[in-house]
């Protein structure tokens, strides 16, 4: 069930990212009198489809829902009645095409506009920043950080949530300088201090090593040992361990919270635990052996993360109808500006190949995010859109970015380039997507089975 749900979220996602950005093309091609013969959702052999309108339009849904497809009348794909030549894509002035060419990932990105409005709307809900641990001898160590205090800016921008703290300081680590924060102690007294970032790699970041490598931990409310999901394989579902469980004591010793039974399995690998579990309000015991990996012992365990966190660990972000917009046009603004610095990190090896994701990656996203409600559902949304958008802005042969750069081109020269030099660039375009999309199955499949 959990696989079907997760492909269901997947082809919903990119269902409505592919529909948003092929209207943008469709929408403006009509505005500007173009003919449109097509509007595909999904790519292969339609299995529905339905004319519509003065041109009979052909709107069909496809099984293959990686993309889609807007086909507008054309003189280059086929004859054209001598009355209709005037509304072929080929005849219009270079402006209209472009305009037409643009409207795809001009669309994904008002798409994350809108998103993030109803999410500032409905209200935005994080864990505080608030310091947890501070690991001895760390960057954060030798400058005084202490447990308790709470990032309230990074530099100039203000904070409230721990995803802030990590996309400005990606920000700083990506133009290699320092980075400050301001804090706040329980007493509400204000300090600052600044952290040299210069030696952490994005790969550290990508791999979800940032605030470890600041050598910070951060405060994380105290869940019950409640089991919330087992992973296959896993030491407990072997041994008997259930979804629901609450688990009491380990060898006699009484567990109140989740992290002391994580922290009393992993200083025990390969040895046998006397667990103590409540299971509809019965009291069960087990002997569980945590397998080893990398030298700590580990259940194979999640916990039960829809248990309700105290408000005042919690900052909820939420405006009116106008601040709500412009903040989603700046949030739309600041991770776009970070998607394409990051493309071009990766672009120049700065960042590893290995973190490239496809279809599979994204799918388990959709999952993750699908069930945890739909503020977060729409994050993922807003993230992917804006992904797609800088995506098709490249400057690649088969891409928007590609037809863009040859009317740069056919601009410049005053015609259009040769058909020739067309289908060699349109070789060279696919031969690059073939080998960006064969990376990125190969990345998924690596993570699937490892």
Same mark, same amino acid.
């Given at each position: 069930?959990?696989?079907?749900?997760?492909?269901?979220?997947?082809?919903?996602?990119?269902?409505?990212?592919?529909?948003?950005?092929?209207?943008?093309?469709?929408?403006?091609?009509?505005?500007?009198?173009?003919?449109?013969?097509?509007?595909?959702?999904?790519f292969?052999?339609?299995?529905?489809?339905?004319?519509?309108?003065?041109?009979?339009?052909e709107?069909?849904?496809?099984?293959?829902?990686?993309?889609?497809?807007?086909?507008?009348? *054309?003189?280059?794909?086929?004859?054209?009645?001598?009355?209709?030549?005037?509304r072929?894509?080929n005849?219009?002035?270079?402006?209209?095409?472009?305009?037409?060419?643009?409207?795809?990932?001009?669309?994904n990105?008002?798409?994350?506009i809108?998103?993030?409005?109803?999410?500032?709307?409905?209200?935005?809900?994080?864990?505080?920043?608030?310091?947890g641990?501070?690991?001895?001898?760390?960057?954060?160590?030798?400058?005084?950080?202490?447990?308790?205090?709470?990032?309230?800016?990074?530099?100039?921008?203000?904070?409230?949530?721990w *995803?802030?703290?990590?996309?400005?300081?990606?920000?700083?680590?990506?133009?290699?300088?320092?980075?400050?924060?301001?804090?706040?102690?329980?007493?509400?007294?204000?300090?600052?201090?600044?952290l *040299?970032?210069?030696?952490?790699?994005?790969? *550290?970041?990508?791999?979800?090593?940032?605030?470890?490598?600041?050598?910070?931990?951060p405060?994380?409310?105290?869940?019950?040992?409640?089991?919330?999901?087992?992973?296959?394989?896993?030491a407990?579902?072997?041994?008997?361990?259930?979804?629901?469980?609450?688990?009491?004591?380990?060898?006699?010793?009484?567990?109140?919270?989740?992290?002391?039974?994580?922290?009393y399995v992993?200083?025990?690998?390969?040895?046998?635990?006397?667990?103590?579990?409540?299971?509809d309000?019965?009291?069960?015991?087990?002997?569980?052996?945590?397998?080893?990996?990398?030298?700590?012992?580990?259940?194979?365990?999640?916990?039960?993360?829809?248990?309700?966190?105290?408000?005042?660990?919690?900052?909820?972000?939420?405006?009116?109808?106008?601040t709500?917009f412009l903040?989603?046009?700046?949030?739309?603004w600041?991770?776009?500006?970070?998607?394409?610095?990051?493309?071009?990190?990766?672009?120049?090896?700065?960042?590893?190949?290995?973190?490239?994701?496809?279809?599979?990656?994204?799918?388990?996203?959709?999952?993750?995010?699908?069930?945890?409600?739909?503020?977060v559902?729409?994050?993922f949304?807003?993230?992917?859109?804006?992904?797609?958008?800088v995506?098709?802005?490249?400057?690649?042969?088969?891409?928007?970015?590609?037809?863009?750069?040859?009317y740069?081109?056919?601009?410049?020269?005053?015609?259009?380039l040769?058909?020739?030099?067309?289908?060699?660039?349109?070789?060279?375009?696919?031969?690059?997507l073939?080998?960006?999309?064969?990376?990125?199955?190969?990345?998924?499949?690596w993570?699937?089975?490892n």
């Amino acid at each position: 069930m959990e696989i079907l749900f997760t492909i269901i979220a997947f082809i919903f996602a990119i269902s409505i990212l592919v529909t948003v950005h092929e209207f943008g093309h469709y929408l403006i091609a009509k505005i500007l009198g173009i003919k449109v013969l097509r509007f595909s959702v999904g790519f292969g052999k339609p299995l529905w489809s339905k004319r519509y309108g003065q041109d009979q339009t052909e709107l069909c849904i496809a099984p293959i829902p990686l993309g889609g497809y807007v086909k507008m009348l *054309d003189e280059t794909e086929g004859e054209v009645a001598v009355e209709e030549a005037h509304r072929a894509f080929n005849r219009q002035s270079l402006p209209v095409r472009a305009a037409v060419v643009f409207a795809g990932p001009f669309f994904n990105f008002l798409f994350a506009i809108v998103a993030y409005t109803v999410i500032y709307l409905v209200g935005l809900s994080g864990l505080k920043p608030v310091i947890g641990e501070v690991i001895e001898n760390s960057k954060a160590a030798q400058v005084g950080l202490t447990v308790g205090q709470e990032i309230i800016a990074v530099g100039e921008y203000p904070v409230h949530r721990w *995803d802030g703290v990590m996309e400005f300081t990606l920000n700083r680590i990506m133009e290699g300088k320092t980075v400050t924060y301001t804090l706040q102690d329980q007493e509400l007294r204000h300090s600052q201090i600044t952290l *040299d970032v210069t030696d952490i790699s994005l790969d *550290d970041v990508a791999d979800g090593h940032l605030l470890k490598k600041l050598g910070i931990i951060p405060f994380r409310p105290q869940l019950p040992a409640i089991v919330g999901e087992l992973a296959p394989d896993g030491a407990a579902q072997r041994d008997g361990l259930q979804i629901g469980d609450e688990v009491v004591a380990v060898d006699g010793y009484v567990i109140d919270n989740w992290h002391s039974w994580v922290d009393y399995v992993k200083h025990h690998p390969n040895q046998a635990i006397k667990t103590e579990i409540k299971r509809d309000q019965q009291i069960l015991h087990l002997t569980i052996t945590p397998n080893e990996i990398e030298g700590e012992g580990r259940m194979g365990v999640y916990a039960a993360l829809d248990y309700p966190i105290p408000a005042k660990y919690l900052s909820i972000e939420s405006y009116g109808v106008g601040t709500a917009f412009l903040k989603g046009i700046e949030k739309t603004w600041d991770t776009t500006v970070l998607t394409v610095r990051m493309m071009g990190q990766m672009l120049t090896l700065q960042i590893s190949p290995k973190h490239i994701g496809g279809p599979v990656t994204i799918a388990e996203f959709a999952g993750k995010s699908a069930e945890r409600g739909i503020v977060v559902f729409l994050l993922f949304l807003s993230l992917i859109s804006i992904s797609l958008g800088v995506l098709n802005l490249l400057p690649i042969p088969m891409l928007d970015g590609g037809h863009l750069a040859m009317y740069v081109i056919e601009g410049i020269k005053g015609s259009p380039l040769t058909e020739t030099t067309q289908l060699v660039l349109q070789k060279i375009g696919l031969a690059l997507l073939f080998s960006l999309i064969s990376l990125a199955l190969f990345n998924d499949m690596w993570r699937l089975f490892n």
